[in-house]
């Protein structure tokens, strides 16, 4: 039993969890004639749902479960797992039918028109009731978290944002805040308000479909799953105080230790690979970093013009394209210093405290 | 004896629905009466302020349970849910350091029927998650391509406001999780860039040699928070947004959202 | 009774008519234009509303009693809770560190076995000189003004920083040699 908890709070690391996790992603969407199947979805699901309960018996998997406000996010954790299957299973459904020259699920009952009173209406009346029974039984079970009072002067160990926020926290491991606080969310809401502009592929309006609409739902998935609801159970079960790393069956100790000696881009390229010291002019010192950031913005947009991305180019034009390929570079920038810290213990590109300018 | 005998059968349940249907009060609301035909079940639908937010008829794949989830209205209906259990909290909590806190242990230890603010929460809770539900299934049915681009705009606002809303209500119940999620939180703002005085850029903007024009009494956060640090104006700022602003933003927004539904095309299914 | 309505000449009717148009197109630009810059400055003026000129919050500058009280090595926290300063005092003199972490704003604490400031909320740790060593803060810690009142009190102004990464700890002020 030891040893298996031992190798799951090993697999948990950021690391290599998010890893998986994208592995898992990308390789039951290649499969997905097998992955997304009820027989799967039979085994999976309760499987996920013995796996907790069982763990249940660890003391401090139960603490960090059964926290109050962690509450929704072990909902979540069936919940998107589940409608991610459900979107997919349909998608391949629709998929094979398409291929066998069969209408479309959806399409079939389109002609079908049925009036809104009864159908519709008590539909609705079914699920109002059904939550709101829901709700108040929660609300019985479970009172609302609750700690001491506000006291300015004594923060808690470890501190953390709105759990729907946890997400952005974990960014604020890699990014600074001016990055991970600021500009990234609103460039997720600019590019999530831009994606119907962006995305001319007038297949799968309107039903679900894998094969028609593969690149913008695996772009989709992997910045919605991974990026997002991934980060924030990240962020909500295995960080503990001082925002250090453990394993879901982990003692949470205050005093763990953990190396985060992070070196700059500066420091490797003038210290360690030219072996002088720094230079002191901020723009000579940052020379590599901006030439680095500029490089990234810049040379990828054009390369894949001509190559992996030319259906792109030419369907979209240039306004269009350059648009999304922005935004893409934006979107896998996490990831890449994610990466990065991992393998190199890199801080920071550019880095300029001196004026709050850190990337 | 026998009048009574007439005047107790005609006391039947049956017979007394009849006679109020047949009354002028109960005609005088409801139009249409009870929908037993087709016919009334679409006046029914026509008559009626709220539920003329739906059509008439509706495609019968768009309203498969498989298909559409249900998390749209589900999400209004927790809006509703919060709106009305908020307006009853309102009733009791008091937006001041002094007494919030101890406003919120007497909603649960004093006041009747302590769950009022359990059902707040949770429901807040749950909102967040089926919007976020919300807006996955749409993607994955591709509903937010045209002609729907304008509706997946205004759904992403609603989206970045239900975390606002409860994003500012965390802050009232001014316990430590509160203090510190909003700490953190409102730092953020301190760093964005030229409007913060710790973002990038910011100390470039200086009047003359050196006085700033960015600093801890003038930027971003300060505005947020009425003051250097999350205190008293900070928790009456974030009350009324909470109570008031942004409840009327989004509202606003939802009538637009759910107009628009109908404009362009109805309930998503194949072109 | 004029019978006659004598056409006038082409040119004469189009003159003033143009010259009307383009008049109306200035007062109407003229109108546009300050009706935007009215619309700009009410919201300039509303947004400076929430700009709040008292502020309810302790005084910046505080009184921190005699630097004899400080003991060499080790981090006074008696202001912490109430100013958000801690005093330490080394071989030569007195500094005030400010208990904001530079990185989210949250308090670290003092560790003394590990002889350092370890920040809670995301693992930023300071040395005892306020250097950030370790996690994601960028910057290390600031410090503020501190000197002698005469009355032999310590004064801190808080009022007045000192950013270390712009070399101003070795301004005046930033350090009292004791």
Known sequence: ?359 | ?271 | MSKVNPPRPAAKRGEPADAGRRSFFSWMSLAWVSFTASMLAAGTATARFMFPNVLFEPPLTFRAGRPEELQVGIVDERFKDSNQVWLVRDGGGIYALSTTCTHLGCTPNWLSAEQKFKCPCHGSGFYITGINFEGPAPRPLERFAIDLADDGQLVIDKGRKFQQEKGQWELPGAYLEF
């Open chain 2, 1 to 271: 004896m026998s009048q009574l005998k007439d005047l107790l059968s005609n006391l039947s349940p049956a017979k007394l629905g009849e006679a109020i249907q047949k009354s002028q009060i109960y005609r005088s609301v409801f139009r249409v009466g009870v929908p037993v035909s087709d016919r009334k079940r679409m006046l029914v639908m026509l008559g009626n302020v709220f539920l003329h937010l739906h059509p008439v008829k509706v495609r019968k794949s768009g309203i498969r349970l498989r298909f559409t989830w249900c998390m749209g209205g589900i999400t209004f209906f927790l809006f509703l849910v919060l709106t009305f259990t908020g307006l009853l909290l309102m009733f009791y909590y008091r937006p001041t350091i002094e007494y919030a806190y101890v406003d919120i242990i007497d909603l649960r230890e004093q006041v009747p029927l302590g769950i009022m603010r359990e059902i707040h929460r949770w429901g807040a809770h749950a909102m967040v998650i089926s919007v976020w539900l919300h807006m996955f299934r749409v993607f994955m049915t591709g509903s937010y391509k045209p002609p729907r681009e304008f509706n997946w705009g205004v759904g992403v606002i609603l989206l970045v406001l239900t975390l606002l809303l409860s994003f500012t209500g965390y802050l009232l119940p001014w316990d430590q999780l509160a203090m510190w999620a909003i700490t953190v939180g409102s730092n953020m703002a301190r760093a964005t860039p030229f409007a913060g005085y710790e973002g990038p850029g910011a100390n470039l903007l200086t009047l003359g040699e050196n006085i700033p024009l960015i600093s801890s009494t003038s930027d971003a956060r300060f505005a947020l928070l009425g003051g250097t640090r999350v205190g008293e104006m900070a928790l009456l700022r974030f009350y009324v947004l909470h109570c008031v602003g942004l409840p009327l933003v989004a509202g606003f927004l939802m009538a637009v959202h759910f107009w628009r539904i109908r404009r362009d095309g109805g309930i998503s299914g194949p072109l």
């Open chain 1, 1 to 359: 039993m030891e040893t298996i908890k031992d190798i799951i709070n090993t697999l948990t690391a950021p690391e290599i969890l998010i890893t998986l996790a994208a592995i898992l992603l990308f390789v039951s969407a290649r499969y997905r004639h097998l992955f997304y199947t009820n027989k799967v979805a039979l085994i999976l699901f309760p499987a996920m749902f013995v796996f907790m309960a069982i763990s249940m018996f660890d003391e401090d998997f139960y603490l960090i479960v059964t926290k109050p406000d962690n509450v929704p996010i072990v909902g979540m954790l069936f919940l998107i797992p589940f409608f991610t299957w459900l979107s997919m299973r349909e998608a391949v459904r629709n998929d094979k039918r398409t291929e066998e020259g069969a209408p479309l699920i959806e399409k079939e009952e389109t002609a079908d028109k049925v009036l809104t009173w009864p159908d519709l209406v008590y539909t609705e009346l079914i699920a109002i009731v059904l939550l709101t029974v829901l709700l108040v039984g929660w609300s019985i079970l479970i009172p609302a978290p609750l700690e001491e009072s506000a006291n300015p002067a004594a923060t808690p160990n470890p501190s953390k944002a709105p759990w729907y926020f946890l997400g952005l926290q974990e960014m604020l491991v890699y990014f600074d805040p001016w990055l991970a606080g600021v500009v990234f969310p609103g460039l997720i809401i600019v590019g999530l308000m831009a994606i119907p502009y962006i995305d001319t592929n007038p297949k799968g309006n309107g039903y679900y479909t894998f094969k028609e609409r593969s690149w913008e739902i695996m772009t989709f998935l992997f910045g919605f799953l991974i990026l997002w609801v991934l980060l924030v159970i990240l962020g909500t079960f295995l960080r503990g105080p001082n925002w250090n790393f453990f394993g879901p069956y982990e003692y949470w100790d205050t005093h763990k230790l953990e190396a985060l000696v992070n070196v700059d881009l500066s420091d490797y390229f003038w210290v360690r690979l030219l072996g002088m010291g720094r230079p002191d002019n901020i723009l000579v010192r940052e020379s590599v970093g901006f030439l680095v950031v500029l490089g990234y913005f810049l040379v990828p947009p054009m390369l894949l013009a001509k190559t992996i991305f030319k259906r792109f180019y030419e369907n979209l034009g240039p306004a269009r394209y350059h648009i999304m390929v922005f935004l893409l570079l934006c979107m896998a920038s996490l990831p890449i210093k994610m990466v990065l810290r991992w393998l190199f213990n890199l801080k920071y590109i550019i880095g300029i405290p001196e004026y709050f300018f850190n990337i």
